[in-house]
């Protein structure tokens, strides 16, 4: 079993930046993929970015150029550092934890943390 819980969502004007973390905790959590993604009001999850245990990123490409995804894995914490933000942004962001399979504009994940609020104000 692998507990994921995430942080750092918050309210933020439109162009600025926020950094979520996400903290996985439990057997083979340092070997896992993670990913992110979020879901708006009224609309479908969706896939954000991933990454591999190993440093390779991969992003949709609403939030190409803008999210960067980073590791520490002594830490077995995964950031989504997100820059120029649209109101669009606003969300729910999720984090989740070890792959599962799918393509890399939709993997499926087997662990997934409560979820962080993300506000863009125009």
């Known amino acids: 079993q692998v507990q994921v819980v995430e942080s750092g969502g918050g309210l933020v004007q439109a162009g600025g930046s926020l950094r979520l973390s996400c903290a996985a905790s439990?057997?083979?959590?340092?070997?896992?993929?993670m990913g992110w993604f979020r879901q708006a009001p009224g609309k479908e999850r969706e896939f954000v970015g991933g990454?591999?245990?190993?440093?390779?990123?991969y992003y949709a490409d609403s939030v190409k150029g803008r999210f960067t995804i980073s590791r520490d894995n002594a830490k077995n914490t995964v950031y989504l550092q997100m820059n120029s933000l649209k109101p669009e942004d606003t969300a729910v962001y999720y984090c989740?934890?070890?792959?599962?399979?799918?393509?890399?504009?939709?993997?499926?994940?087997?662990?997934w943390g409560q979820g962080t609020q993300v506000t863009v104000s125009s």
């Open positions: 990454d591999s245990w190993s440093g390779n990123t």
């Open positions: 989740a934890a070890c792959r599962s399979g799918g393509s890399t504009q939709k993997p499926t994940y087997n662990y």
């Open positions: 439990g057997r083979t959590s340092s070997t896992c993929d």
